[in-house]
């Protein structure tokens, strides 16, 4: 299916990029951006992210072939509630989230039958949010996550793969949960930690602050709307690489003596190994 | 007192940074290089990070005003052991170790009264090693710890700190036992943690590595040897920021559910504001 009109429920960070993204390589696509904040939308019209801007969701899904929610996934339910009865048979959904069970789950109940729903998880960002800061490349050369289910009409699941091949990205198919477990030890965990990593520390120690502290924390500058929604939707996979970690770290304790000094030498040039072997 | 003769250490990526600096910022510096392997030394002199290269340290200190220890902390006690008997009266050592406690009481131990140590951790660096990545730029704008003691004489402490403010770095004075702490908290244990959280990862979600991981562990690209003698070497304070650490996490832990979403948020909200007022 060519998607003649797309509808972005969301105008932030993610949204407003594929805005510019998709009005830039989908030639005659029409693009529809739905949010509750006038400023908002009056800025992604101003940066040409959106054609269209609406704070009405019927208007906003109404004659769609594909909806993409791109706010926090704790208004997901809410969103999918209301624009149910305006969506054209038809239609495909799809969604920006960071997990994917619930989000699934929630769609397959609320959306009805004449609309298929796709997951996907663009796997990029930055700290930052806002459509101040879309970028029509922000998702060219990432990987994007989509979760079909076996019952997902295979046109529905191309569609939603083309979109964001079609602004760069390189699929990887999982089940929602297999999506969930691996994101909560690459992406979340990290954030998580990141965070505590900030918590702790003090004035003294923050004055010693370099470049490494920096880099390792920056994602800990995200928007705890966004991660309250992600970590409580995936506290179970989060919970899980946690405790992973502390069994790693508790190993790692262990080291911390000279007579296990070749062993700790083991584990840090392993690791080292792994880590430039990413790039 | 002016740096005529400057020994350095160690020609690695921070031996290799400061002798570029200091040729290029010191007047008529004359600038000695130690190593022991013939390739690194070549390549710092074909680099211009030296004038002068040797495997011989009685050479490498003999008539040196200023000593800088640039290898691995493992390796200060035998190395001050084998100059103490070369080092002219009234010459001063420093070193870049990344741990000063340890440090400092071996250096008092060892060098004879007639030369002055003064402990120094310039926080520049990055995962890379090896003399290649030396750049005379490297601490331009970082911070450098110095440890002097009470009974350091202030004419080496001056010395030490004009140095390291000549290749652009602000000083912050701390006692030794403070600086492993504080390191051991802003430094060392980011480091564990994201080495960990590299060591964890199995190939499928490996696959979803994004920028956010990558800047989270690049850290944990860094040089073995190295690491491992700051970890044994600052073990008592490593393991105190461990739990510390670990005693967020399990706070966080107690957050991930629906009842604790606004405790959550607030957690999430007040960390990301830390972390933005860093940069």
């Known amino acids: 299916m060519v998607i003649r009109r797309l509808s972005i429920i969301g105008v932030g960070l993610l949204g407003g990029s594929l805005g510019l993204a998709a009005k830039k390589l989908i030639n005659g696509c029409h693009v529809i951006g739905y949010g509750h904040r006038a400023m908002t939308l009056g800025k992604a019209i101003e940066m040409s992210a959106i054609d269209q801007a609406t704070q009405d969701l019927t208007e906003a899904v109404r004659d769609a072939d594909c909806v ?3 706010t926090p996934v704790g208004m ?3 969103l999918l509630t209301q624009m149910s009865p305006s969506l054209k048979p038809g239609a495909i959904v799809t969604d920006v989230g960071s997990t994917k069970r619930s989000v699934v789950e929630q769609a397959e109940k609320i959306l009805p039958e004449t609309v298929a729903f796709v997951g996907s998880h663009p796997m990029a960002g930055s700290e930052k949010r806002g459509v101040e800061f879309a970028r029509g490349d922000l998702f060219d050369g990432a990987v994007c ?5 076996p019952t997902s009409p295979v046109d529905a699941v191309e569609t939603v793969e083309n979109l964001w091949k ?7 198919r999982t089940t929602p949960i297999e999506h969930d477990q691996r994101v909560a030890l690459i992406s979340h965990l990290p954030h998580a930690v990141a965070a505590a990593m900030v918590a702790i ?3 003294p120690s923050l004055a010693l602050a370099g470049k490494g502290f920096l880099d390792a924390t920056r994602i800990a500058a995200g928007d705890g709307t966004l991660w309250r929604d992600i970590f409580i939707d995936n506290s179970d996979a989060v919970r899980a690489s946690l405790g992973r970690l502390i069994q790693e770290l508790d190993h790692f304790a262990t080291l911390l003596r000279p007579e296990s000094a070749s062993q700790l030498k083991e584990w840090l040039d392993q690791i080292a190994d792994k880590r430039q072997s990413l790039s």
């Open 201 to 203: 520390q003090n004035d």
């Open 145 to 149: 996550i989509t979760t079909p289910l």
């Open 68 to 70: 993409v929610l791109c």
């Open 166 to 172: 079609t602004v760069g990205m390189r699929i990887i």
């Open 76 to 78: 997901f339910q809410r």
